[in-house]
Nanobody, 123 residues
Framework: QVQLVESGGGLVQAGASLRLSCAAS????????VGWFRQAPGREREFVAVFDWTVNTYYADSVKGRFTISRDNAKNTVYLTMNSLKPEDTAVYYC?????????????????WGQGTQVTVSS
């Protein structure tokens, strides 16, 4: 079992940056794919970024060039650095993990989820 806790969200102006953290407890995320997803009001939860099972990284087209996923294995923590934030980035951001699967961007592949952290970007 893995427990995930997100932090770092907040209210920022368009163009600002934020760094979200996902801290894991119970087990390390060795051999897990670990990703970030987001859900805006009235919309489906969508893929943002991931370390896949071989620690390759992938990003949604909407965030490529602006967001970066990184990890600190000593702290058992995954980060999402978000630059050039836009109002359309406003959402609750979740981290998630899974030991196995086929497609890194499929919400249904993930077994463990954090509680989410709110990111609000004003115009």
């Amino acid at each position: 079992q893995v427990q995930l806790v997100e932090s770092g969200g907040g209210l920022v102006q368009a163009g600002a940056s934020l760094r979200l953290s996902c801290a894991a407890s119970g087990r390390t995320f060795t051999s897990y794919a670990v990703g970030w997803f987001r859900q805006a009001p009235g919309r489906e939860r969508e893929f943002v970024a991931v370390f896949d099972w071989t620690v390759n990284t992938y990003y949604a087209d909407s965030v490529k060039g602006r967001f970066t996923i990184s990890r600190d294995n000593a702290k058992n923590t995954v980060y999402l650095t978000m630059n050039s934030l836009k109002p359309e980035d406003t959402a609750v951001y979740y981290c998630a993990a899974t030991r196995g699967g086929s497609y890194y961007a499929d919400v249904a592949e993930y077994d463990y989820w954090g509680q989410g952290t709110q990111v609000t970007v004003s115009s």
